[in-house]
Every structure is written in C-alpha cells, then in structure tokens.
C-alpha cells in the first residue's frame, strides 16, 4: 500500500499574501486622502489666494458726523448778542470691536501727554471698572471655579463684588487721572467723537498728541466751540442756553432729536432761543468716512462734506435801549425799596414796541435775587401774572379812544365821593356794574 503524502497549505504564507493586501488599500487611501489635500491647498493658495487676501484685508467704510459751530445772535442793528468761541479740543471715536484693553493703554499714553485732572464725579463703579482692566488676572484668581464657568455678565458681577476697598484705596492719582480718561472714552457711542479735553488744552499738548496719533488710535485734535455772551445778563434769561456735550439731548425730546439724525452726545438748544431756532442755529454737520479693517479699527478718516456752520438769527430788540431801559428799572427799584413797606417789591418789567409793526424792541425785566443784587429777569414779562393795577386806566381810555366812546381832547373830572353816594350810584346796577362802580 502506497503511503500517500498530502501537502498541507502554508498557513504563513497565505497570512503574508493578505496583511500587504490591506496595507496596499490603506496606503491608496492615505494617497488618495493626500492628494485631495494637496490639491485643495492648490486651488485655494493659487485659485482663490487673491480673493482670500482680499477678504482679508477688506475694509468697511462708515459715515461719521461732526458738529458744526452754531449760529449767532445779533441784535436789530447788528451788535453780537451771543457768539462762538473756538477751543482746542483732543478727542476720541472708539470702533465697534476696540477691546476695553486697548482703551486702557490709550488712556496711560495720554496721560502722559496731557494734563488731566482726576474726576470729581468718578463713581465707585467706574474706580471698580477700573481696577478689574488694570489688574485682570489677579480679578479672574478670585473667582471659583463655579463662578468662572457662569455667562459673561455675571461672572463680571462677581469680579466687581470680589473688589475691596483696601484695592480701591491703593489706586493712585495717576490710577485716577487714567479713570477720568477711560470714562470719558467710554462715554460715546461708537465711531462718535467724545470730548477728552476742551478746556485748556495748550498748544504743547496739540503737539504732543499730533506727533503720537499713530500709536494712539481713535484719538484726533480738533477745535471745539463755546457759547459767549457780548452783553453778559442782559437779556440772558430770554436768549437760552445750550446743553453741553456730556448733557447732550434732553431727556424728554430724545426720540423727536433722534428722528432728526441728532447723536444722542449732541449739543442743542435747551430754552427759549436756543431751542425755539435750534433748526436754524444748529447749522448742518460734517460728515466724513472712517475706514475700518477686518478688526473694526478705524484705518483712516476721509472728509466727504465739511459741513456748513448754522445761520445767524437777528432779533428786532435794541441792545441799547434795552440796557437804558434796564438802568433805568434799576434806578427806580433803588427808589422803591427805601420806601417803606416795600418788603415783597423784588422785580420790575418794562416791554417797548414799535406801534406800526409790533416789533419788541425791548423786553427788560429785573429782579432782586436773595443775596440782595440785580439779575435778569425779562423771561418774567410772559412767564409770570400779577393783578391788573393802575396801568389797566391807560389801556380803558384807549379803548374808549379807538371805539369813539370818547374823544382825545375830552376831559373828565375825577371827584371824591363819599360812600352814601357811591351805594346811592350802585343802587339798582348789576352785581358786575357795582363792582366797576366802588
């Protein structure tokens, strides 16, 4: 019998067969994979790399307005009754995404161009505010855990509540100065101008400033306006005043003002003149565009219109006359007041008109405040009432004149009666008629 060898299949070499199968099929797709890669890293750096590059330095252009100088008041002949004074201003516009960080840093350079002095009015929340940008990251160890994963606002609350009074106490002078910059930067909407320093602002520090505005961005020198008055009182009450740039709008004209394309921060007539011609004094605002980059940083400022400055208002009052109308109200209420039982005479009024036009030409008033001295008080010939007195004879007989019920050169005789002929004189008249009779 024949011994038959059966030949066994190689178990290895089959598993050596299958194991380079599958590393061939892993490696295709691994080439595969990078090849689309490569390809897709082609067509966006060749393709589309300008049109990225683009994007990425695209840029948004964004109006911004500017007040202009308001108009002035002049007087019928053309004497200045209230002007503009123009002031050195450093100003400040923040972009819609400029970090508060940043703001900070802007703050300390200026404060070592300029001279500010620390804000009166700086609150414990703004000193708060302060102290958490200043010191951000001992702020954040303060916080737990649970209070670190909580939203953003309330997670700041906890980094206000967390400030002492020994950190509040240990801001310095400078720190303070740094606040009163911050605040005021933060006072404006954005991209809207917000007045750093208006007042005293020398040429020295305009220098400073210019030759820094690449490292301080937002900020801008320009020239501001203020209010001034030729003839200090007179006439003060009636001519209004102006709201400042911190008051801006009132609060209970703010929709009407904003329907007009006022800036909340806007300056505008708060009474009487000021408020009853606003559309004609306020003039029409600059306007120009800032560009922005892929940041919201303000690149660069292009005028566009320079806007045209408000239109003068001429009054039809004398200035003259009314001073010498005013001199003389206070020559005769010195006369009055060393008369005795004079305790309740404070004021006076006195209005001159031109009978064939009705113009005011003047409108004086004066009152005796409680430190014993004169201010003006012509706003009280029509905002205040008193009882008729003797000046209604005056206005009867020329209502009789105008009627014909009497003639000009008609003369009456006024005689003293006793009582028993006045009663006698009533007798039989009308409750009204008996009142005009006694």
């Known amino acids: 019998m024949k011994n038959r060898?059966?030949?066994?299949?190689?178990?290895?070499?089959?598993?050596?067969?299958?194991?380079?199968?599958?590393?061939?099929?892993?490696?295709?797709v691994i080439f595969i994979l990078f090849s689309a890669l490569i390809l897709r890293l082609g067509v966006v750096q060749i393709v589309q790399g300008e049109t990225y590059k683009r994007q990425l330095e695209e840029t948004d252009d964004v109006s911004v307005?500017?007040?202009?100088?308001?108009?002035?008041?002049?007087?019928?002949?053309?004497?200045?009754?209230?002007?503009?004074?123009?002031?050195?201003?450093?100003?400040?516009?923040?972009?819609?995404?400029?970090?508060?960080?940043e703001m900070i840093s802007v703050a300390k350079k200026l404060d070592k161009l300029i001279t500010v002095t620390p804000d009166t009015k700086l609150t414990e929340r703004d000193l708060q505010d302060y102290w958490i940008l200043t010191h951000e990251k001992e702020s954040l160890a303060r916080l737990t855990k649970a209070e670190k994963n909580l939203d953003g606002a309330k997670?700041?609350?906890?980094?206000?509540?967390?400030?002492?009074?020994a950190d509040l106490d240990s801001l310095s002078d400078e720190d303070k100065r740094i606040a009163t910059i911050y605040k005021k930067m933060t006072a404006g909407y954005a991209l809207s101008q917000v007045a750093i320093k208006s007042k005293g602002v020398t040429d020295e520090e305009i220098a400073?400033?210019?030759?820094?505005?690449?490292?301080?961005?937002?900020?801008?020198?320009?020239?501001?306006?203020?209010?001034?008055?030729?003839?200090?009182?007179?006439?003060?009450?009636?001519?209004?005043?102006?709201?400042?740039?911190?008051?801006?709008?009132?609060?209970?004209?703010?929709?009407?003002?904003?329907?007009?394309?006022?800036?909340?921060?806007?300056?505008?007539?708060?009474?009487?003149?000021?408020?009853?011609?606003?559309?004609?004094?306020?003039?029409?605002?600059s306007k120009s565009n800032s560009v922005l980059d892929s940041n919201g940083n303000i690149v660069e400022t292009v005028e566009k219109y320079e806007g045209s400055k408000g239109k003068d208002l001429v009054l039809s009052v004398d200035v003259e006359l009314q001073k010498k109308i005013e001199e003389i109200l206070k020559d005769n209420m010195r006369i009055g007041k060393a008369s005795g039982g004079s305790d309740l005479f404070d004021r006076a009024f006195a209005v001159a008109m031109d009978p064939y036009t009705g113009q005011v030409l003047a409108l004086a008033g004066q009152k005796i405040n409680d430190k014993g001295e004169y201010e003006d008080y012509s706003l009280g010939n029509f905002t205040t009432a008193y009882n008729m007195g003797s000046a209604v004879k005056g206005a009867t007989v020329l209502g009789g004149i105008m009627d014909g019920a009497i003639s000009?050169?008609?003369?009456?005789?006024?005689?003293?009666?006793?009582?028993?002929?006045?009663?006698?004189?009533?007798?039989?008249?009308?409750e009204m008629e008996r009142v005009a009779v006694l």
């Open 155 to 165: 997670a700041y609350k906890k980094q206000v509540e967390n400030v002492t009074k």
């Open 208 to 285: 400073k400033v210019s030759e820094n505005l690449e490292s301080l961005p937002g900020v801008d020198t320009t020239t501001d306006w203020n209010r001034f008055y030729t003839y200090d009182e007179t006439l003060r009450s009636i001519l209004g005043s102006v709201s400042t740039e911190k008051q801006g709008i009132p609060s209970d004209k703010v929709d009407y003002y904003l329907a007009q394309g006022y800036s909340r921060n806007d300056r505008v007539g708060r009474s009487y003149l000021e408020a009853q011609y606003e559309s004609v004094l306020a003039g029409q605002k």
């Open 5 to 28: 060898f059966i030949k066994k299949p190689n178990k290895q070499k089959k598993k050596r067969q299958v194991i380079p199968l599958r590393l061939n099929i892993l490696f295709f």
């Open 408 to 430: 000009e050169n008609q003369t009456f005789y006024d005689q003293l009666l006793n009582s028993k002929a006045l009663l006698k004189k009533a007798h039989g008249l009308t």
């Open 65 to 101: 307005t500017k007040n202009v100088p308001r108009g002035v008041i002049y007087d019928r002949n053309y004497n200045l009754l209230v002007g503009n004074s123009a002031v050195k201003s450093i100003t400040y516009a923040r972009s819609e995404k400029t970090p508060p960080s």
